[in-house]
């Protein structure tokens, strides 16, 4: 790759920065004055929004140079935009599910390492070479087999489900709880809070049947706890 090139490329992300930036502004200033949200964050770039323009741009800039350059730095800045927009993501939900809370620091730490280091790890290609050694090691539960692969695939698939949920039920919570005063304010606290349970158990109950596990055991057992409760 010779360095016009290169310099074409870091134009190129330069540009898809700025643009980004502009349209996040833009959209924000637009919209009514409210409280840092998951798209907005505490500032232009601190949200969802700023990443996912910037990933879009620099994604279609590769698409058209690449039609006549061959690319070095903008084959390595998308995947690192999605790892960028994954973390962001997961980070802005936690902190507007969980305000306040300690252990939300300690989870935002532990994303953003674990995703980083898959993505060296791809990167390096090395990655493949990691998962088949997770899948020597392996065991069986009456007729059900699992491998440290199949529990990282389907921590990663759980995580993403309760992603998804916590950002619907914010949402939800968002509204319920806006102009809310007094008495009311604490119904719709409570409501908000009931909604947020249910969709994370039938977050978690999707995720564990799309790992393969056998979910009416479960169903099973609330049963009869509800029973035994009841």
């Known amino acids: 790759v010779t360095q016009p090139v290169t310099l074409i490329d870091i134009s190129a992300i330069l540009l898809s920065v700025a643009v980004a930036?502009?349209?996040?502004?833009?959209?924000?200033?637009?919209?009514?004055?409210?409280?840092?949200?998951?798209?907005?964050?505490?500032?232009?770039?601190d949200g969802v929004l700023f990443p996912l323009l910037l990933l879009c741009l620099v994604s279609l800039a590769k698409v058209v140079l690449a039609r006549w350059l061959p690319l070095a730095i903008l084959n390595l800045a998308v995947p690192a935009l999605v790892v960028l927009l994954m973390i962001r993501v997961g980070v802005k939900v936690l902190q507007v599910a969980f305000k306040n809370s300690p252990a939300v620091r300690v989870l935002e730490r532990t994303l953003s390492w674990a995703a980083w280091l898959m993505m060296v790890l791809w990167l390096s290609g090395f990655l493949p070479l990691f998962l088949n050694e997770l899948d020597l090691v392996h065991w069986t539960f009456g007729t059900t087999s699992m491998s440290l692969r199949t529990m990282l695939e389907g921590a990663l698939i759980v995580g993403a489900v309760?992603?998804?949920?916590?950002?619907?039920?914010?949402?939800?919570?968002?509204?319920?709880?806006?102009?809310?005063?007094?008495?009311?304010?604490?119904?719709?606290?409570?409501?908000?809070?009931?909604?947020?349970?249910?969709?994370?158990?039938?977050?978690?109950?999707?995720?564990?049947?799309?790992?393969?596990i056998d979910i009416s055991a479960l169903s099973v057992l609330g049963g009869a706890l509800g029973v035994g409760i009841g």
């Open 21 to 45: 930036w502009l349209l996040t502004r833009s959209v924000r200033n637009a919209l009514p004055a409210r409280e840092p949200s998951i798209l907005f964050g505490r500032k232009s770039w």
């Open 162 to 212: 309760m992603i998804v949920t916590l950002w619907i039920s914010s949402i939800i919570e968002a509204r319920l709880l806006r102009n809310a005063e007094g008495s009311e304010l604490s119904l719709r606290m409570a409501v908000s809070n009931a909604i947020r349970a249910m969709m994370v158990l039938i977050g978690l109950l999707i995720a564990l049947s799309t790992m393969g």
